[in-house]
């Protein structure tokens, strides 16, 4: 039995990509896998949360003991974020937003024969949820994110910490074959206003409790359930 170093909190996660129609039969999205979001969903319930799962479309059981919402778009994520992070001590962003999405969603099937040869997608950008949260003057939980970066990674993690109003931000270097998106493995540096801590490369479910134990030191030390 792990330590309940969570016992009382509740918890919200996001995990898997989002995904965006273009028309009733096609979609942007990315290769997120939810792996790491739903080990850390794992991690929490077992050291003792009341964990709500955000999950995008993903291929992975619902860890035990963990509530689940399923949904598809960036909005309905970020509607279920707004809701969940309202009754929330702690929300850890590690999904893979898509970043843009189409301006427009065609109510048929966009047509190669309708003269369409190129620049047949307007994008708009999608709404930034962990920021979103993060940005809240009430009801705002410790937030975490995640930077999934390939080059410059300590850099580039900073300044989303920044931009983002993060508390902490765990990055790691997707070009690593060591880690990633559809890796059971992977490496991280957790950063935040005090420094910056390297883990060793680890599988993401024990990497999952690892992170666990460190973010609720760094959240809740102090106080008491
Ligand atoms: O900017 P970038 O996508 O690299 O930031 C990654 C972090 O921000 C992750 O924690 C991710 O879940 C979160 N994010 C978000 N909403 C977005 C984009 C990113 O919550 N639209």
């Known amino acids: 039995v792990p330590e309940q170093v969570l016992a009382g909190k509740k ?13 009733p039969v096609r979609y942007l999205s990315n ?12 991690a929490a319930a077992r050291a003792g949360a009341e964990v709500t799962l955000i999950a995008g479309p993903v291929r992975l059981d619902t860890p035990a003991g963990v509530t689940r919402v399923d949904v598809v ?19 850890i962003a ?3 937003v898509v970043d843009f999405r189409p301006a427009i969603v065609a109510e048929q099937k966009i047509k190669k024969e ?5 620049d047949v997608l307007s994008l708009v950008k999608n709404p930034d949820i962990v920021a979103t ?3 809240r003057k009430n009801k705002r939980p ?14 580039h993690a900073k300044g989303k910490l920044a931009r983002k109003n993060l508390d902490m931000i765990v990055a790691n270097d997707v070009s690593d074959p060591a880690g990633g998106f559809n890796s059971d493995r992977n490496q991280v540096v957790i950063i935040d206003n005090a420094g910056e801590t390297a883990l060793p490369a680890a599988l ?22």
């Open 11 to 23: 918890v919200t996660i996001t995990a898997g990509p989002t995904r965006e129609a273009l028309d």
């Open 204 to 225: 993401k479910t024990e990497l999952a409790a690892e992170l666990i134990k460190r973010i609720a030191e760094r959240a809740f030390a102090g106080t008491h359930p």
């Open 94 to 96: 590690a999904a893979a």
């Open 133 to 135: 949260i993060a940005a």
């Open 114 to 118: 309708d003269g369409n040869d190129s």
């Open 73 to 91: 778009s960036t909005d309905d994520m970020l509607a279920a974020a707004e809701q969940a992070a309202d009754d929330s001590d702690l929300f």
């Open 142 to 155: 410790f937030v975490v994110g995640f930077a999934a970066e390939t080059e410059k990674v300590i850099e």
């Open 31 to 42: 290769h997120s896998s939810g792996k790491m979001g739903f080990a850390i969903a794992a």
